[in-house]
């Protein structure tokens, strides 16, 4: 019997370790949030932030890549009969 109880003992420290470890992480991811919402609200005329964290210089940029993506695509598409 006392086998059993070793174990479920053992396990039972396991458990809770690995549930302190992901509280701890836990707690850490939602110090970052908070970070950046301090961060975002503390400076209201920064100018936003696109996907990758590039300002709207690299926005316009982006979206001309993207506009010369859809020409091509669109021309391509022209060329093809169906």
């Known amino acids: 019997m006392s086998e ?3 174990i479920a003992a053992a396990s039972l420290v ?3 370790v690995v549930a302190a470890s992901m509280l701890k992480g836990w707690e850490g991811w939602l110090a ?3 970070s950046e919402i301090e961060r975002a609200t503390a400076l209201p005329h920064a100018e936003p932030e696109i996907e990758g964290g590039a ?5 316009r ?3 001309a890549d993207l506009k010369e993506r859809i020409r091509k695509l669109e021309a391509i598409a ?3 009969e169906l």
Do not use: P
Request: overall charge positive; proline content about 0%.
């Open 32 to 34: 970052l949030k908070r």
């Open 14 to 16: 396991g458990l809770v």
């Open 78 to 80: 022209s060329g093809v």
């Open 61 to 63: 940029i982006e979206i």
């Open 55 to 59: 300002g709207s210089g690299m926005a």
């Open 4 to 6: 059993y109880m070793l």
